[in-house]
């Protein structure tokens, strides 16, 4: 029998806390060996067994050992070799679930050694649904993606932050080269992963700088990428939002595609809210990132944020990031500054306009003056054919 396949408890057990262990422990331990210490064991010897090497009914064998210095010596020097970050990679089996507290991660070992542990998520090169997103035309078959790792997110300078006076165009830099990691990346969450198509930068908890970001003062400064989905609600309406936090600033997802791991559908969305089903820890989780290993320069454009306010001073600044090659295919959100469709439409996002950029000038009113006339006869004739219909009838 291979050392791997032994587990040997050093911590001295009474004979309550063994035969829980026995209990807890079921059939499907895939060869998993138990040893007691012998100055536990003999003494409940043989109140549980009654063969020299018994093999009980939930399949376990328990084997007695001469002394208990020589099984802690062999124990400690191979739970040294695993962390706890290799420990919660991986997902707890029913039997180690459902043994003492104390004994769990003693128990976890030998499954994660021999191979017979599951990943919580798998960590891969290539996500395993990008397959699927190739087949579909949205990722091109020759895109690489490799995982965001630190050496390839450093820490963001945020001295263009500290500055007076506030030099925009050192902010927007920062935001470009931080945002163009996120378009068309991959987010696996442990039950939900997202393909992102455009996303909308903010600094945070700085008003001088950016009024229109919301006050995030209880959420940390990472630095380097983490992605995140919180609930939102307002009044009676409750909704996620996917963002990314770097460093001061935060990248609200406004576009993109998605879908549940546990099931083949997929779901397009555009706008902030998401409808997806989350777990409670799912909000705090760390996901695994994947970026595109070598993104084209020409792969992005930028555009004004979507805001429910556009009178405030930085709603003019161009910090919605957007995908050129899904904005080509038409999958994006409209700007609200610049619908060019009916007359009536075209009067209010000039109006929107003036008010983000605060400038009017007499070019601006000519405009809105006739598409103001041309939207009011429109409407007027409109409502006088209802009322001749109405007549009629």
Known sequence: MSRLQQLTITKPFNHRGIRKLIAYLKPNHHGLKLFVPACNFTKFYRRLTTKDSPILDHGITLLSIETQGDSSSSSD???????KRDYDAYEVP???????????????????????AKLKRRRVYNPFYLDLLIKLNLVSKSSTYQLLF??????????????????????????????????????????????????????????DIDPCALDTKLIDYPETPAARIIQKSY????WHEMVFLYGRFEFLVTGGIYGNIHDGCL???????????????EDEASPTIYILESPLSDNIYREER???????????????????????????????????????????????RCLAYNKFTTTDQE?????????????????RRDTDDIISS
Not at 77 to 83: A, N, V
Not at 235 to 238: E, F, H, V
Not at 367 to 374: K, P, R, S
């Open 94 to 116: 029913y039997e180690v679930e459902k043994a003492l507290i104390g004994i769990r991660k003693a128990l976890m070992k030998p499954y994660i050694e021999n191979g017979l």
């Open 77 to 83: 020097g191979e739970q040294s070799s695993l962390t």
């Open 235 to 238: 009044k009676r309406s409750t």
């Open 150 to 207: 630190n050496k390839n997110s450093p820490p963001l300078d945020i001295s263009c932050l500290l500055n007076k006076p506030i030099d925009i165009a050192s902010i927007d830099n920062v935001i470009i080269s931080a945002g163009r990691k996120f378009i068309e990346s991959i987010v696996c969450f442990k039950d939900n992963w997202f393909f992102i198509t455009q996303v909308d930068a903010f600094v945070r908890n700085a008003p």
């Open 267 to 281: 779901k397009s969305f555009l706008g902030a809210s998401l409808n997806v089903k989350t777990s409670i820890d």
């Open 367 to 383: 405009q809105l003056m006739g598409d103001i006339y041309a939207a009011t006869v429109t409407y007027s004739i409109e409502i």
């Open 306 to 352: 979507l805001l429910q306010n556009y009178s405030r001073r930085a709603a003019c600044y161009k910090w919605g990031i957007r995908s050129t090659r899904f904005a080509i295919k038409g999958f994006g959100t409209l700007n609200s500054l610049y619908i060019d469709t009916i007359p009536l439409e075209r009067a209010g996002s000039l109006i929107l």
